[in-house]
T-cell receptor
Framework: KQEVTQIPAALSVPEGENLVLNCSFTDSAIYNLQWFRQDPGKGLTSLLL?????REQTSGRLNASLDKSSGRSTLYIAASQPGDSATYLCAARGGSNYKLTFGKGTLLTVNP | DVKVTQSSRYLVKRTGEKVFLECVQDMDHENMFWYRQDPGLGLRLIYF???????EKGDIPEGYSVSREKKERFSLILESASTNQTSMYLC???????????FGPGTRLTVL
């Protein structure tokens, strides 16, 4: 059974800092991995999707990497801003079905 | 842009009531999903549907049923609401190929 872990559970950084959020998964036979952002009381916003054949994806100040062999993905945020404050979740899709297995998220606070 | 809408942002119901949560997507996606999100437990899949009138149980289907009569609409039904079903309910949709999941804004359900 796939398990997804995100460490740390919470992270606080000053504005302008570059930071990395970590995601690990136990079953490397994934189809893809997706990163989401969630603001308090709101739904999830898709940030980046990495297919199993890809090593990384970029969107603006965000860069996500995937290393299936080690069961790890990272989300890199460059030049962080207070507006980046949110909970970031990663989710792995298994190879044989549609289901996503979610981590419990990292709560990011960017201080002005 | 993909749009997933949910019928209510906030809902308050009494124990024993029958509750309908509606979800509509406008991107002609085949797959639709219902999750619940609870503090400390993360997102858990209740049911998903990969086609009209087709459904599969997720990880926590007990106490819930679903209906998908039209491709764009996926309903979650609580046959007899109980206080332990107080939660945030999130709907999502995806296409079969690319498989990126897109989420609605969520419904915060309180059962008294």
């Amino acid at each position: 059974k796939q398990e997804v872990t995100q460490i740390p559970a919470a992270l606080s950084v000053p504005e302008g800092e570059n930071l990395v959020l970590n995601c690990s998964f136990t079953d490397s036979a994934i189809y893809n991995l997706q990163w989401f952002r969630q603001d308090p009381g709101k739904g999830l916003t898709s940030l980046l999707l990495i297919q199993s054949s890809q090593r990384e994806q970029t969107s603006g100040r965000l860069n996500a990497s995937l290393d299936k062999s080690s069961g790890r993905s990272t989300l890199y945020i460059a030049a962080s801003q207070p507006g980046d404050s949110a909970t970031y979740l990663c989710a792995a899709r298994g190879g044989s079905n549609y289901k996503l297995t979610f981590g419990k998220g990292t709560l990011l606070t960017v201080n002005p | 842009d993909v749009k997933v809408t949910q019928s209510s942002r906030y809902l308050v119901k009494r124990t024993g009531e029958k509750v309908f949560l509606e979800c509509v997507q406008d991107m002609d996606h085949e797959n639709m999903f219902w999750y619940r999100q609870d503090p400390g437990l993360g997102l858990r899949l209740i049911y998903f549907s990969y086609d009209v009138k087709m459904k599969e149980k997720g990880d926590i289907p007990e106490g819930y049923s679903v209906s998908r009569e039209k491709k764009e609409r996926f309903s979650l039904i609580l046959e007899s609401a109980s206080t332990n079903q107080t939660s945030m309910y999130l709907c999502a949709s995806s296409s079969p190929g690319y498989n990126e999941q897109f989420f609605g804004p969520g419904t915060r359900l309180t059962v008294l």
